[in-house]
C-alpha cells in the first residue's frame, strides 16, 4: 500500500525559505516519478517540480526554476521541496505526488504554505 505524508508547511516571510517533506511508504524511487504540486484556491493543483529515476533527472515549473530544488533520501523513503526565496503567490497547499511504473498516481493530504509579512 502507498502512502504518502507531507509536513513542513507554515508560514514564511518573503525572500525567506521553506524546506517541505513527503515521507513515503510502497514507493520505489528508481521506478517512480515523484512531484510536488501547489493548490491554489479555487484552481487546480499544478506541477511545480518533477524527480525521475531516483533524481537521476528532474524538472521544474518556469516560475520557480532556479529557486526551488527538488530531492530525495532514499534510505528515508522521504523526498523534499527545498524552496528560497519565497514570494507572495507561491502560497498554496502543496502536494506530494508518486506516479508508479504503471502510471497509477498516489497523492499525499497535502500542506499549506503561507508566504506573506
Known amino acids: 500500500q502507498v502512502q504518502l505524508v507531507e509536513s513542513g508547511g507554515g508560514w514564511v516571510q518573503p525572500g525567506g525559505s521553506l524546506t517541505l517533506a513527503c515521507v513515503t511508504s510502497?514507493?520505489?524511487?528508481?521506478?517512480?516519478?515523484m512531484s510536488w504540486y501547489r493548490q491554489l484556491p479555487g484552481q487546480e493543483p499544478e506541477v511545480v517540480a518533477s524527480s525521475f529515476n531516483a533524481g537521476a533527472g528532474t524538472n521544474y515549473e518556469r516560475s520557480v526554476k532556479g529557486r526551488f530544488t527538488i530531492s530525495s533520501n532514499n534510505n528515508k523513503n522521504t523526498v523534499y521541496l527545498k524552496m528560497n526565496d519565497q514570494k507572495p503567490e507561491n502560497t498554496a497547499v502543496y502536494y506530494c505526488s508518486a506516479q508508479d511504473y504503471r502510471d497509477r498516481d498516489y497523492w499525499g493530504q497535502g500542506t499549506q504554505v503561507t508566504v506573506s509579512s
Open positions: 510502497g514507493v520505489t524511487f528508481s521506478s517512480s516519478a
